[in-house]
């Protein structure tokens, strides 16, 4: 058990709406990132949060943002939902450089 | 650009038999190269990465730079292989970095 929970499991949303997507990160763990994975594709990199502080961001619009808490937990936001953002969205936790623990993820449908 | 190709989606074999998973990269500098891999219904998580070189479950992976390949093997095929296998690379000695996926090989493995 790797401790990484996400949520909600399922959520669906219709076009342009506003999503709030969380995950609770291991005790101790400094490092989350964010993944969105499309059907029958690898995850792809979103950005990834170093103690509370963004520290790197995929090929993904300004309308994809998160946060990071002292608590360890951390949320995505995407704004102005579109089709193509239906998809798994996983997130990973770890220690500085060390592996990243990925939680169950969150299926959104854009409808 | 970087790049991860796996160009088998679905790979299928018997019991027993070897299996080999192909993975190409491309990576301006020296990567680090992981498999991650998803049991049914379970977590994304790490088999192995080539900075270990150590084998899990049977598993090896080699880093060829000249072919820019690290395929996975296993001599023998068990049932519990059974799985979506992600090549994914990072930069080098930083896995809490950004990780370029590889869209997958699903290996299903026949009694």
């Known amino acids: 058990e790797t401790g990484v929970t996400q949520s909600p499991t399922h959520l669906i949303k219709t076009r342009g709406q506003q999503v709030t997507l969380r995950c609770s990160s291991q005790s101790g763990h400094n490092t989350v990132s964010w993944y969105q994975q499309a059907l029958g594709q690898g995850p792809q990199f979103i950005f990834q949060?170093?103690?509370?502080?963004?520290?790197g961001r995929g090929n993904f619009p300004p309308r994809f943002s998160g946060l990071q808490f002292p608590n360890y937990s951390s949320e995505l936001n995407v704004n102005a939902l579109e089709l193509d953002d239906s998809a798994l969205y996983l997130c990973?936790?770890?220690?500085?450089?060390?592996?990243?623990?990925f939680g169950p993820g969150t299926r959104l449908l854009v409808l | 650009a970087q790049r991860v190709t796996q160009p088998e989606k679905l790979l299928s074999v018997f019991k027993g038999a070897p299996v080999e998973l192909k993975c190409n990269y491309s990576?301006?500098?020296?990567?680090?190269l992981f498999w991650y891999v998803q049991y049914s219904r379970q977590r994304l998580q790490l088999l192995l990465r080539?900075?270990s070189r150590e084998s899990i479950k049977g598993f090896t992976a080699d880093l060829n730079k000249g072919e820019t390949s690290f395929h996975l093997k296993k001599p023998f095929a068990q049932e519990e292989d059974s799985a979506m296998y992600y090549c994914a690379l990072s930069r080098s000695y930083s896995s809490a970095s950004k990780i370029i996926f590889g869209s997958g090989t699903r290996l299903s493995i026949r009694p």
């Open positions: 990576y301006s500098g020296s990567p680090e």
């Open positions: 949060y170093y103690r509370e502080e963004e520290n």
């Open positions: 990973a936790s770890s220690i500085d450089e060390e592996t990243q623990y």
């Open positions: 080539h900075i």
